[in-house]
Structures are given as structure tokens and as C-alpha cells.
Nanobody, 118 residues
């Protein structure tokens, strides 16, 4: 239902774009977002976009990350700029909601590793 791609190794300060291919059902009825989990840390919500293109971001990525969706391609993107070593994590796309924090609403894709290192 959700399939993430686009992870890799990038130098600090560099950009990377993640893609999440979603089924039509998911795209029609759910907000879709990105979560990440670094080694030894809890999973955190990074960004979430609704069907009406309302967007939310974690404070740690505001101004650097941009979430968008292309309904014609059934895909949600996460453009990550000015990457920092602390952005290193496994990134997951998932259905999401927002109530002061970004939370999962149940559907998960597999993760994609993002490593920010020189």
C-alpha cells in the first residue's frame, strides 16, 4: 500500500528527495507523511500532508524539508535540504494525522535509510 524509496548517503548540507508510492485507496482517504527512527532513539513524525495539501512539520526540520504530493503519480515526496548528520535515520512513509504532533494512523511502508556523513 505504501512503498518508500530514495534514501542513500549524502554529505552534510546536501539535498535528498524521498518518494512514497501509495495505493489509490490510501491516497484517497488518508493523509500521508514521513517518520524517522535513528539508532537508539524513538520514532518521530517528520512531516504530514493531507488530501487538501495542508502540511505539518516537526520543529527539527522546518525550513529545510518540504513535503508534497503528486496525485497523478500516486506519490508523496519529501524534499530534504541542508541535511545534517542528526537527520541520519531510517525514514518511513505512513498514513498520518496531526494534533500538535505528527502521529501515525496505521498504514506503514518499509523504511529507507538516509545517512548524512562526510
Amino acid at each position: 500500500q505504501l512503498q518508500a524509496s530514495g534514501g542513500g548517503l549524502v554529505q552534510p548540507g546536501g539535498p535528498l528527495r524521498l518518494s512514497c508510492a501509495a495505493s489509490q485507496f490510501i491516497l484517497d482517504y488518508y493523509a500521508i507523511g514521513w517518520f524517522r527512527q535513528a539508532p537508539g532513539k524513538e520514532r518521530e513524525g517528520v512531516s504530514c500532508i493531507s488530501g487538501r495539501d495542508s502540511t505539518h512539520y516537526a520543529d527539527s526540520v522546518k525550513g529545510r524539508f518540504t513535503i508534497s504530493r503528486n496525485n497523478a503519480k500516486n506519490t508523496v515526496y519529501l524534499q530534504m535540504n541542508s541535511l545534517k548528520p542528526e537527520d541520519t535515520a531510517v525514514y518511513y512513509c505512513a498514513t498520518c494525522g496531526y494534533n500538535d504532533i505528527i502521529y501515525s494512523t496505521g498504514y506503514w511502508g518499509q523504511g529507507t535509510q538516509v545517512t548524512v556523513s562526510s
